[in-house]
């Protein structure tokens, strides 16, 4: 269960929540060496959701209302709702999707590769006029959690849809886990898809899964 710390910084930023859990259960060591096997909470198959969270359907997550889908890994957990507020607030901030390789808690000798998808309300942020002004409080978070900048904030085109991308690391013992975040801005609202992995191939691998809807031309 995510605890009352992560919840306190949720409400501020919902991607800090992301990075405070991948933090601790980034690369725990299990004592023979090998990594344990993921245990229950994996994804389902279907999933009715709420209002504008979109909706996980034969393992692909979709969001409509923000125009985006995204393949989920096979065999990789859900912890969504541990990661969620109080819904009473879901309209201002909220962590649409939080996936994991293996159960957070878990232990094991590699990187637990993760994917969050969370919203903010533009107007929860002082002078956030551009995507690339969001990357603030995001570095600041994660440099304050161990992370170095890689990359600074930069555009990056997923599809049609061109984001601002951020990427940043992090030594765990012999092993280096990487981030990044990929942001835009939507109908008031800051989304961002934050991605760990081992490796930056890996990262690439988990971006590749994500996908915008082309928009539709106007007829003359």
Request: charged share 20%; proline share 6%; hydrophobic share 40%.
């Amino acid at each position: 269960m995510v605890d009352m710390g992560f919840r306190s910084v949720l409400i501020l930023l919902p991607v800090a929540v992301f990075l405070t859990l991948a933090t601790k259960a980034g690369a725990q060591q299990t004592p023979g060496g090998s990594p344990s096997k993921p245990q229950a909470n994996h994804i389902p198959l279907s999933r009715t959701a709420v209002s504008d969270q979109g909706s996980v359907v034969h393992g692909t997550y979709r969001n409509p209302n923000f125009g985006f889908s995204y393949k989920i890994p096979f065999g990789w957990v859900e912890r969504t709702k541990e990661m969620q507020q109080d819904p009473a607030d879901l309209s201002k901030s909220s962590v649409l999707l939080a996936i994991f390789e293996r159960p957070p808690e878990a232990t094991g000798n590699t990187i637990n590769s993760a994917l969050v998808i969370a919203i903010e309300k533009v107007s929860s942020f002082s002078g956030l006029k551009t995507a690339a002004d969001y990357f603030g409080p995001v570095t600041e978070l994660a440099t304050a959690r161990g992370f170095k900048v890689v990359n600074e904030p930069y555009e990056f085109v997923v599809g049609p849809k061109p984001l601002v991308r951020g990427d940043f690391s992090k030594e765990r013992g012999s092993l280096t886990m990487h981030q990044t975040s990929l942001v835009m801005l939507e109908k008031g609202y800051a989304v961002s898809f934050t991605f760990i992995g081992g490796s930056e191939d890996e990262v690439g691998q988990l971006i590749e899964r994500l996908t915008f809807a082309a928009k539709k031309s106007v007829g003359m």
